[in-house]
């Protein structure tokens, strides 16, 4: 293994005398790859990624046993296509095939039932990033999935996510998620989804699939719907990884860039977002300082290709200017919340949606006063869009708080404080209830 990649596996491994961290570092990395690899091997997804599993299993076993191999990712590969072999030797009527994949691999290398191997047989460039992930994203996104099977598949088989970390990252018990991901392989093999990367024609119709399922797994670790904390850091962290391996292997898409920029702009904001006991920051309080620049200039460099790669902004690319209006301003008062309305504007004509109405409504109160928004508000209220969500009641609960309208605005964030779902939210919310209350 080399580069950054033995860089990443000597951290992850130091204290470890079992060799199961080491296991769980190498798979992190390359698990994507390795199903890749595999499914290109045997043309069957769904046999790939239970052919990998396997070969992590066994290394659980051997690696503690007999030390970490000087190839881990390899080896790993290498059992994985052996027992490949196996399988299709039990299948009769696939002897061609087998014949087909036993070519070439000598007698070499790793047993079938997983002894240590060198896997010197295996090609492995561990710095390079090929079609083979690729094919995985546009699979594990494919539009015959349900969204929630789309995000349980990314997270398996892009992320290396185990079970029991999907359950945990979409709130489900485990053996919920173990199915959403069984009947994924099942519907992509009932489908005849083939393993390759789309053409140029199907790639741009379904690059968007993919784009959804990142910012969706994004969206859930920067404000977690439910739960004790307000971010999930694994889940925001998955996203954008994901989105950068995304970048380097379709770099001619603007709106890959857009969404990169939309996800760093917004974790840079990450470190000043809570105090050290967890209890949320709002952005008027913030210190700044403690923005993540590194994170803004990443952002700021991916929104400037987007717009360079692209013919105007797109959906997640305006969403990312947005955020980058935040990302360069001193103080909330020194924002360009004009800017920010146009924004927002532009946003809505391009991909309509009632939230992107409720945060213009915000921009305009800051832009213009609370005034200018409350119609905005009272529109949204009014067309039951939003009558599930916690974010319209608390919107308006503070627009009318800010007009002088104490009694209406306690109502509404009372209304709020019921229909959110997270602990560290919620107790904002009744803190400015309580606030209005006193004050009243």
């Not at 993540?292 to 200039?297: E, P």
Request: proline share 5%; hydrophobic share 45%.
């Amino acid at each position: 293994m080399a580069g950054s990649h033995r860089s990443a596996l000597s951290a992850s491994t130091a204290g470890d005398p079992t060799g199961r961290a080491a296991v769980a570092a190498v798979w992190r990395i390359e698990s994507a790859r390795i199903v890749g690899a595999l499914a290109r091997y045997t043309g069957d997804f769904a046999l790939a990624e239970d052919l990998a599993q396997e070969a992590l299993a066994e290394a659980l076993v051997t690696w503690p046993r007999d030390g970490v191999p000087d190839n881990p990712a390899g080896w790993l590969l290498t059992v994985g296509r052996r027992r490949a072999i196996d399988a299709f030797r039990r299948r009769s009527a696939l002897d061609a095939k087998y014949a087909t994949l036993a070519h070439g691999l000598g007698e070499g290398g790793a047993t079938s039932g997983g002894g240590p191997a060198e896997a010197d047989d295996v090609p492995w460039d561990p710095d390079q990033i090929d079609d083979d992930v690729l094919a995985l994203m546009f699979i594990s996104c494919h539009p015959v999935l349900s969204r929630e099977a789309r995000v349980a598949l990314t997270l398996r088989v892009v992320g290396g996510l185990t079970s029991d970390e999907i359950a945990k990252a979409c709130l489900v018990p485990t053996a919920t998620a173990q199915a959403r991901i069984t009947r994924a392989k099942k519907t992509l093999g009932a489908a005849g989804v083939p393993f390759e990367v789309p053409t140029a024609e199907e790639r741009a119709a379904r690059l968007n699939s993919v784009l959804n399922v990142i910012y969706l797994i994004f969206t859930e670790g920067s404000t977690a719907s439910s739960g004790d904390d307000l971010i999930r850091f694994d889940l925001a962290g998955e996203a954008q990884r994901l989105a950068r391996v995304l970048s380097r292997l379709v770099p001619d898409q603007p709106e890959v860039f857009g969404l990169l920029a939309l996800l760093e702009l917004t974790a840079a904001r990450f470190p000043a977002r809570t105090r050290p006991d967890g209890e949320p920051v709002l952005l008027d309080q913030q210190d700044r300082r403690r923005w993540d620049r590194a994170a803004i200039r990443r952002g700021r460099a991916a929104l400037a290709r987007a717009e360079k790669v692209g013919r105007g902004l797109g959906a997640y690319g305006l969403q990312a200017a947005i955020a980058e209006c935040h990302a360069v301003a001193p103080s909330v008062e020194e924002t360009n919340w004009e800017r920010i309305v146009l924004l927002y504007e532009a946003l809505g004509r391009l991909a309509p949606s009632p939230v992107v109405d409720l945060n213009r409504a915000v921009a305009v109160s800051m832009a213009g006063g609370p005034a200018a928004a409350l119609p905005i508000v009272d529109g949204l209220a009014g067309s039951d869009a939003l009558a599930n969500s916690y974010l319209l009641p608390s919107v308006r609960g503070e627009l009318l708080s800010r007009l002088g309208r104490a009694d209406e605005a306690r109502v509404e964030l009372a209304r709020a404080v019921e229909l959110c779902g997270n602990e560290r939210e919620r107790a904002v919310l009744e803190r400015k209830l309580d606030d209005l209350t006193t004050s009243g």
